[in-house]
Every structure is written in structure tokens, then in C-alpha cells.
């Protein structure tokens, strides 16, 4: 149908924007994920995914899902392409992880991680990793499935002296996961260490 939309935001809360484009407002189902990015704007350009859905012969209607960037888009698509996971799920997914930390859970097998979210119970959680564990980074140039997001120079000296400190890489790189996490994506190096430190200590 389409595949963006540019234009005012008119209105935004934790699951939904409304966005006109041209006189025509769009309802869009949205992730928490893209309500932080947008929740700041004025205007913005959403990727969307359309989906038709028909009632009967003569009744259909569609849903509008949109994303503040292609890289959540197309895990999205990756994780609606799992048997049993629906649109409402990926969404929900979505929405509990950001996507560079959701393809490191995905890539390195986590499964407890994704069960995490509610509704997601053992066998689709295995059956996410089973389909997507060989394919998740596809599509998604900006996406490091070392463990450490690509030009994260924080993560990379985190990571560099964990080494250094006798530690082994997939270890390390756990723990930072871990303390990314807890801490966010903005944590000072010396704050990120130390919490990872407690996390390979347990």
C-alpha cells in the first residue's frame, strides 16, 4: 500500500499516532520503542506496514502499524513471519526491547529473555529463535550481532577492559547486554563496567 508517511503529528500517546498527511489523518498502531523517538516532534516520516483484514465478502477494513525507523520495520516483518507470532504481538515484542538488543537476544538463543513478554510463553519464544537465530540480521545494516552495537564507543572500552581484566568475550559481552539494559544507553563507562562486573560475578 505504502510504505511511509510524512507529515504533523496531531496527536500521540504510548501506543498510537495520529499523523496528517495532506489534509488525510492517519491512525497508526505504534511500539513504545517509537513512542520515545517521536514523542518530542512536531512532524515526523513513519515507516508503515499495512494490513487488510476481511470480516466477510463485503466488509474489510486495515490497520496501519508504523515505526520510527526501517531497522524495527524489518524485524517487525522477521517476527510476523514466525508461526504464531500475530501483528499485535510483534508490536508487543517490539515494545518490551529496543531492536539492537532484541537481535543480540534473538542471534544468541535467550529464549528465557522473550518469554519475559507477556503472552510469549516457552514454545514460541524457541520457535522465534529457531526461525529467525540464522536470518535476524538481515536487513538491518545499522544492527551488530557481536553483542556490542556498532559505533558504541562506550560499549567497545566496557568491553576492551573486561578483557583485559581476564574476562572471555561472549562472557563480557553478556553482562554488558545485562547492564545496557539496566543502566541505558547513555551510562558512563566506568558505571557500565562496574555493573557488569556484578553481573559476571553472579
Known amino acids: 500500500m505504502f510504505s511511509y ?28 520503542q517509537t513512542y520515545s523517538a517521536l514523542k518530542d516532534r512536531a512532524e515526523t516520516l513513519i515507516h508503515t506496514f499495512c494490513v487488510i483484514k476481511a470480516e466477510n ?11 520510527a525507523t526501517e531497522n524495527e520495520r ?4 522477521q517476527l510476523v513471519s ?12 517490539l515494545s518490551s526491547f529496543e531492536p539492537d538488543y532484541l537481535v543480540r537476544v534473538i542471534a544468541s538463543g535467550d529464549a528465557a529473555t522473550i518469554m519475559k513478554v507477556k503472552g510469549i510463553g ?25 553483542g556490542i552495537a556498532v559505533g558504541n564507543n562506550v560499549s567497545d572500552e566496557a568491553l576492551s577492559a573486561l578483557m583485559t581484566l ?15 539494559k539496566d543502566l541505558g544507553s547513555e551510562a558512563k563507562v566506568e558505571d557500565l563496567i562496574k555493573s557488569a562486573l556484578g553481573h559476571l560475578a553472579s
Not at 57 to 67: A, D, E, M
Not at 122 to 142: H, N, V, W, Y
Open 166 to 180: 581476564g574476562f572471555n568475550r561472549a562472557a563480557a559481552e553478556k553482562a554488558l547486554m545485562k547492564s545496557t
Open 74 to 77: 524489518q524485524l517487525f516483518l
Open 82 to 93: 514466525v508461526s504464531g507470532v500475530g501483528h499485535n504481538t510483534a508490536q508487543l515484542i
Open 5 to 32: 508517511l510524512n507529515g504533523k503529528i496531531k496527536s500521540l500517546t504510548p501506543t498510537s499516532l495520529l499523523i496528517e498527511n495532506q489534509g488525510v489523518g492517519y491512525q497508526i498502531q505504534i511500539s513504545l
Open 57 to 67: 465478502q463485503s466488509n474489510s477494513f486495515f490497520s496501519i502499524y508504523g515505526f
Open 122 to 146: 516457552g514454545k514460541t519464544a524457541q520457535r522465534i529463535i529457531i526461525d529467525l537465530k540464522d536470518k535476524i540480521g538481515k536487513g538491518l545494516p545499522e544492527v551488530s550481532l557481536s
